[in-house]
């Protein structure tokens, strides 16, 4: 008996119908965006071991995907996992410029532990040398696959399976843009069997205290910091008066702000705003320095700030305890 997948289309490029087979960098502008229904009709008979059923969500770039949709998302996925028995798993077709928030969102605040992959491609669905199709046909493949249950949301790209909290983009046009910098990826996926090298062993989807709310107005307002030399407090004194609740830094290595900045930051914190500190290269980690603990600062740990910023709305929505905010970011 085939497995039925439920897969939700956000949009993105793996959804997108460049103008020409040679658009690979105007097709955002000038392409166009499939619905659901329309990629899984193209994919044809490649998609034959499973049975579908299209779910249309969105139908555009992953720029204009956010917290509204994270929250949607879940509650959708939530809501599958207790109506539809019948649903083995879920893949979500996602834009890969905000792809890592959506999927580390999801890892902390669904509910359910129903298989859930995202994916995404680099070229568009009609491009030469496009890699939508195999990489759809590989998270299919993955979100059925027993050896991924129980490992939280994943991202599939490029033959290669990563947990959502290591996973993140880091190149504009190549093909192997997702990696875990740190960690690796958890497993491949080959044309004969797929290959699991490791299992994550961070807490994930029914095992964290997070969960989605209502609506995305419940989620406290968060912003990043990008240090940089010379920046000073304009963008810490713009976020307190947007009525942010918590500001992440995304420092200098190994984790520390520009002066003028660091000094905006102290005097935020002061008035009761939550500071994570995170570092802005990409790998290794933000340590529990004794700075930070005096100023009451978080330690991202080895979290991107992008990833950092997912973690603290849910915490702040959560707790406002600076101790137990640093063991969110220990543990999750």
């Known amino acids: 008996m085939k497995s039925r997948i439920a897969m939700i289309g956000c949009g993105g490029t793996i959804s997108t119908l460049a103008a020409h087979s040679l658009d ?95 994916v995404g491609a680099q070229r568009p669905f009609n491009a030469t040398g496009s890699d939508a199709q195999i990489n759809l046909l590989s998270a299919l493949r993955a979100v059925i696959d027993p050896q991924c249950e129980g490992c939280g949301v994943l991202v599939v790209m490029n033959d290669e399976i990563h947990q959502a909290r290591d996973a993140t983009k880091t190149s504009t046009y190549r093909v192997h843009a997702f990696r ?78 520009a002066v003028l900045e660091r000094a905006a930051m102290e005097t935020a914190a002061a008035g009761g705003l939550c500071i994570v500190q995170a570092s802005r290269v990409g790998s290794g980690r933000v340590g529990h320095r004794s700075y930070l603990e005096r100023q009451g600062w978080i330690a991202a740990g080895d979290l991107n700030p992008q990833k950092a910023r997912v973690l603290l709305m849910l915490a702040l929505a959560v707790s406002d305890d600076r101790r137990i905010i640093q063991e969110f970011f220990d543990r999750y």
């Open 180 to 257: 875990s910098p740190d960690a690796g990826p958890l497993g491949v996926i080959d044309a004969d069997r797929i290959s699991i090298a490791r299992r994550p062993t961070r807490p994930h989807t029914t095992q964290t205290p997070f969960v989605a709310p209502a609506c995305a107005e419940e989620l406290p307002r968060v912003d990043i910091a990008y240090a940089y030399a010379g920046s000073d407090a304009a963008a810490v004194e713009a976020f307190v008066a947007a009525g942010a609740r918590g500001i992440v830094s995304a420092g200098f290595a190994p984790g520390m702000p």
């Open 24 to 118: 690979l960098i105007e097709y955002p502008e000038t392409g166009r965006k499939m619905d659901v229904t329309e990629v899984v009709a193209r994919m044809g008979d490649l998609v034959s071991f499973v049975e579908i059923e299209p779910i249309a969500f969105r139908a555009v770039g992953s720029s204009a995907i956010g917290p509204a949709e994270w929250v949607e998302l879940a509650r959708t996925i939530d809501g599958l996992s207790r109506e539809r028995p019948d649903i083995a798993g879920v893949v979500i077709l996602h834009g890969t410029a905000t792809l890592e928030e959506t999927a580390y969102f999801l890892n902390l605040a669904l509910t359910c532990a129903l298989p859930v992959v995202l």
